[in-house]
C-alpha cells in the first residue's frame, strides 16, 4: 500500500468520523466517507494501546495493511475509510483478519463481489 493512500493526519481522521458512516462487527470498526475527487481509496488504522504491546499493535496493522492490498481491486475507489481494530484482533492471523475485514466492507457496499 503506498504512503499516499493512507490518511496519517488527525484533521481527516476527524472529517471521516465526524462527515461519514460506520459500519462495525466484532472485531473491527470501519468509518468511510465518500470523496468524488480521488481516484484511489485512502485508509486510516487505529489500534488502541488497550490491545497490546507496540510489536502486537504494529502486526495488526501490517495484516490490515496487506488485507487491502488483495482486496484492492474490488474495493470502490471513491472513499476514505478509516479502520479501528477491537480487542479480539489480537488474537486472529492474517486470513481471519481479512475475512473480517471484508465482512465489514462488503456490508457497508464498498467491496464488489467480482473483479
Known amino acids: 500500500m503506498k504512503k499516499a ?3 496519517k493526519k488527525n ?3 476527524q472529517q471521516v ?6 459500519f462495525a462487527n466484532r472485531q473491527l470498526v470501519l ?3 465518500k470523496k468524488d475527487d480521488q481516484s484511489h481509496f485512502r485508509i486510516g488504522l487505529s489500534v488502541s494501546k488497550k490491545i ?8 495488526i496493522k501490517r495484516y490490515l ?3 487491502f492490498l488483495e482486496l484492492e481491486p474490488r474495493i470502490d475507489t ?9 480487542n479480539p484482533t489480537k488474537n486472529m492471523d492474517f486470513h481471519e483478519m481479512k475475512k473480517s ?3 465489514v466492507l462488503y456490508k457497508s457496499r464498498l467491496l464488489s463481489k467480482d473483479r
Not at 468520523?17 to 460506520?22: A, D, L, Q, T, V
Not at 471513491?78 to 477491537?86: E, G, H, K, Q
Open 11 to 13: 484533521e481527516e481522521f
Open 31 to 33: 468509518y468511510y466517507m
Open 5 to 7: 493512500y493512507r490518511i
Open 101 to 103: 475485514l471484508s465482512h
Open 52 to 59: 497490546g504491546n507496540a510489536v502486537l499493535r504494529n502486526q
Open 17 to 22: 468520523f465526524k462527515k461519514g458512516k460506520s
Open 78 to 86: 471513491r472513499y476514505d475509510l478509516v479502520v479501528i481494530a477491537r
Open 65 to 67: 495493511r496487506q488485507a
